[in-house]
């Protein structure tokens, strides 16, 4: 059903592929860092996902402006150096809104500066397309960032640590490993598998047999 | 201290922080930071080791900058705010020399060295060397020893996945978890060993 759903509105859906068939983290396996060593409260998770959304989604936009005749060098730095001014608010607005969690997530929040989505993306992706489609791919692929990180920092803080935004959880096991990175690792893995499977439904794949060519 | 000595004590510690960020504290498996550079490294078969050699460069000549300018930024009142728009400054001016002298190099791969500054510059790695140096308060042979190691722990991470990445992507592996998740669970598992060899133990 859901197929038959997406090809006939294949055009209109892929729009918003960012959010998850083209999710920035589980599909194209960029910016997966801060979601891997940093995500593993809730709280950091929402304070690295929605710094993200911010510095990246007005990058982008000013990134926008930015005169194509400009070497390719130049335009860059640009970008990095827009993201690096929007830091400043950003990160500020974050330790009102959680005081001290700037500091829990130590060096991730500045480094979501270069994150691939302004570096890379921007040029080869983006700025391609006309300015109020490039904003609503943007803000898509952003909000996929933002639901994944969130995702993973929750599972993570609840079977690693048992809380929820440091609230006690009643639950019966514990595994630690999941507060570290190759728990992060493992989980992610996981789901980048499962949308994986979703995206060969999608695309009317046919399943897989049993036992195929070892090459 | 004699010449001799000071000699002996300042690349002493080089090697102590080059060990450290290249096995213990590797930008891959301890971070995942240029996770997405060394799957693209790996994915369009690029040669590894030149890759390495200039994001080792990059992160080296950046660290000695970053360590000149941080006792002025330090005395800013607001300088954990501003400190990563200096280091992406001062990265940017390393990016744009090693354009400059590769352009002027006569070299044989010219375009793919170009493209490998271009994706080196403005990585994750290269700024988080940077950014970890400066949280750890290191010395100037810390600073030059962290971003010799984290170029090398960069290559040698990428390296480790290359040589099971065929694998990983045949046709043995099940559709849903070949490529991309398979690849994190072999990188989680290279992380938990190194995790292990350190010494650390998960507490019970």
Not at chain 2, 181 to 189: A, E, H, N
């Given at each position: 059903?859901?197929r ?9 859906i ?26 593993n ?47 400043i ?49 943007v ?29 006690e ?47 | ?70 006792p ?25 020399v ?30 988080g ?13 810390g ?62």
């Open positions: 059903m859901f038959r759903f997406y090809q006939k509105n294949k055009k209109q892929d729009q918003f592929d960012g959010l998850l068939v083209n999710n920035t983290v589980l599909e194209r396996g960029l910016v997966i860092a801060p979601v891997i060593a940093a995500a409260t809730l709280q950091n998770g929402l304070v690295l996902g929605m710094s993200f959304m911010l510095i990246t989604f007005f990058a982008v936009v000013v990134a926008s402006f930015v005169p194509k005749a400009l070497p390719y060098a130049i335009r860059v730095i640009l970008y990095v150096i827009v993201a690096g001014l929007l830091f608010p950003v990160s500020y607005l974050m330790d009102l809104m959680f005081p001290g969690s700037v500091f829990k997530v130590g060096i991730f929040l500045p480094l979501l500066i270069t994150n691939s989505l302004i570096v890379t993306k921007t040029e080869t992706r983006f700025l391609k397309k006309k300015r109020l489609s490039m904003m609503l791919d803000f898509s692929h952003v909000l996929g960032f933002f639901v994944v990180i969130v995702l993973v920092a929750a599972l993570r803080e609840l079977l690693g640590n048992g809380t929820l935004m440091e609230h959880i009643n639950i019966p096991l514990k595994i630690y490993g999941f507060m570290l990175p190759f728990g992060g690792f493992i989980l992610l893995g996981f789901l980048a598998a499962g949308v994986q499977r979703f995206r060969l439904y999608l695309h009317g794949e046919p399943k897989a047999r049993k036992g195929g060519d070892r090459s | 201290m004699t010449f001799a000595e000071f000699t002996m004590t300042f690349f002493g510690k080089m090697l102590v922080y080059t060990l450290l960020a290249t096995f213990t504290e590797n930008t891959i498996f301890s971070r995942a930071l240029g996770s997405s550079t060394s799957l693209w490294i790996i994915r369009k078969r690029y040669q590894i080791l030149s890759f390495g050699i200039i994001m080792t460069v990059i992160t080296t000549v950046s660290s000695v900058g970053a360590y000149l300018v941080l002025f930024v330090r005395e800013t009142q607001y300088y954990s705010y501003i400190l990563p728009l200096v280091y992406v400054g001062i990265i940017a001016v390393v990016y744009i090693m354009l400059f002298i590769t352009h002027r190099l006569p070299l044989k791969n010219r375009d793919i060295m170009l493209m490998f500054i271009h994706r080196c510059a403005f990585n994750c790695a290269v700024l060397a940077l950014l970890l140096a400066t949280e750890y308060e290191l010395d100037l042979p600073f030059i020893g962290f971003g010799i190691g984290t170029g090398l722990g960069f290559t040698l991470a990428t390296y480790l996945t290359y040589i099971a990445y065929d694998r990983l992507n045949s046709k043995a592996v099940p559709k849903a978890f070949r490529g991309f998740p398979i690849t994190l669970f072999y990188i989680g598992i290279l992380s938990l060993a190194i995790y292990g060899m350190i010494g650390h133990e998960l507490p019970v």
